[in-house]
T-cell receptor, first 112, second 117 residues
Framework: EAEVAQSPRYKITEKSQAVAFWCDPI?????LYWYRQILGQGPELLVQ????????DSQLPKDRFSAERLKGVDSTLKIQPAELGDSAMYLC??????????FGQGTRLTVV | AQKVTQAQTEISVVEKEDVTLDCVYE???????LFWYKQPPSGELVFLIR????DEQNEISGRYSWNFQKSTSSFNFTITASQVVDSAVYFC??????????????WGLGTSLAVNP
């Protein structure tokens, strides 16, 4: 069964360091989402891609976060510099335009 | 105003009890989609069901059933004969069209279900 692949599963980084997450969506899915989820809260959309284009990054803290999906397939989310408040689960999901989003296992980030 | 409201923050039941998780939504779209996702302690969000706005038929999948009522803007989820493995946070979500023909997923805050042996 096709899955959304994310790596790494866990990441511990020091404050002010750079960190990057990778996501490989399900083949054929044009829409890719990056969500951040703080413990005890719902997912918060950071960025949504349609193919290689960003369609929504209104909640992305652009001073430190960046996301790209250069060939419209896999995607990278970067944080530089990381802050203590960035500790959270980062979830990637993919879908076709009008269907459900399928989620990867997520990357649990701890900033120390 | 919350577009997807899950009024129950936490629910605790004893195994084998039936439990219903409520979801009320608000949208001006005529074509929209509703979803339920399960998030077990492992953290992954697991898709359970999608329902489009033109299909009001209730759905049953094993011990899970969903009641979609447009008249009350509700999409409730019932687990029959609950089991400990059902313990998780359950999210209801709404997909509606934004300007620019972009679909956006709007999430409820989740209901944490604890099924005790």
């Amino acid at each position: 069964e096709a899955e959304v692949a994310q790596s790494p599963r866990y990441k511990i980084t020091e404050k002010s360091q750079a960190v990057a997450f990778w996501c490989d969506p399900i083949s054929g899915h044009a829409t890719l989402y990056w969500y951040r989820q703080i413990l005890g809260q719902g997912p918060e959309l950071l960025v949504q891609f349609q193919d290689e284009s960003v369609v929504d990054d209104s909640q992305l803290p652009k001073d430190r976060f960046s996301a790209e999906r250069l060939k419209g397939v896999d995607s990278t989310l970067k944080i530089q510099p990381a802050e203590l408040g960035d500790s959270a689960m980062y979830l990637c999901a993919s879908g076709r335009w009008d269907t459900e989003a399928f989620f990867g296992q997520g990357t649990r980030l701890t900033v120390v | 105003a919350q577009k997807v409201t899950q009024a129950q923050t936490e629910i605790s039941v004893v195994e084998k009890e039936d439990v219903t998780l409520d979801c009320v939504y608000e949208t001006r779209d005529t074509t929209y989609y509703l979803f339920w996702y399960k998030q077990p302690p492992s953290g992954e969000l697991v898709f359970l069901i999608r329902r489009n706005s033109f299909d009001e038929q209730n759905e049953i999948s094993g011990r899970y059933s969903w009641n979609f009522q447009k008249s009350t803007s509700s999409f409730n989820f019932t687990i029959t004969a609950s089991q400990v493995v059902d313990s998780a946070v359950y999210f209801c979500a709404l997909s509606e069209l934004e300007a620019g023909n972009n679909r956006k997923l709007i999430w409820g805050l989740g209901t944490s279900l604890a099924v005790n042996p």
